[in-house]
């Protein structure tokens, strides 16, 4: 019989530092652990003075909200599940980030092509996809086509410890690796000239 585990999850730093978030009611999304998350932003910040960041498979809406806790301008949450969207929301409201938030819900494909009619290029990408529907290497490919990224941006892709990525996808870099048991960090920065 399997142990349902009730995840507790919350800001781990910046102005929100403490705060609990609500996950997502179900299994269907997995929400970034607060180990994880201090170790990714301390892979990439750990603070930002300002910027723009897009969490594309925002689940709970917990990477975003963590970088609008630790100093980014605006996050834009994308998930295409109607209950994600509902707990985004709940959280934003949660850490009074309204102000600073847009929430679509949409798939991923349709969401960066809607992104590019904007014109937007973001500092900082999260890809966080279904472990089961690994789809990164396509992603990244379709966020440097679609120049979503901005020079020296940073994606950063959580993915299952035996997915390995690709050194380089187009202009876009390998620059950080760390595994945390079952579950790895890759980071890739824009226009890195060898």
Request: glycine fraction near 8%; aromatic fraction near 8%.
């Amino acid at each position: 019989m399997s142990k349902l585990v009730v995840m507790r999850m919350r800001v781990v730093s910046g102005i929100c530092k403490g705060r609990p978030l609500k996950a997502v009611p179900g299994n269907t999304t997995r929400p970034t652990t607060d180990k994880v998350k201090e170790a990714l932003f301390n892979m990439i910040g750990p603070y930002f003075d300002g910027g723009l960041a897009l969490d594309l498979f925002a689940g709970s809406g917990g990477l975003g909200i963590e970088a609008l806790s630790r100093g980014v301008d605006l996050s834009i949450f994308v998930d295409r599940e109607p209950k994600a969207i509902q707990t985004i929301h709940e959280n934003i409201n949660a850490c009074g980030f309204e102000a600073k938030s847009e929430v679509y819900r949409n798939d991923a494909d349709r969401a960066l092509k809607a992104l590019k009619k904007r014109e937007i290029a973001f500092d900082y990408i999260f890809l966080d996809p279904p472990y089961k529907k690994q789809q990164l290497v396509s992603l990244m490919e379709k966020i440097d086509e679609q120049l979503l990224l901005k020079e020296d941006g940073l994606i950063v892709c959580e993915h299952s410890f035996d997915v390995e990525l690709p050194p380089s996808i187009r202009s876009l870099t390998q620059v950080k690796y760390e595994r945390y048991g079952i579950i790895a960090i890759t980071i890739y920065q824009n226009g890195i000239v060898e």
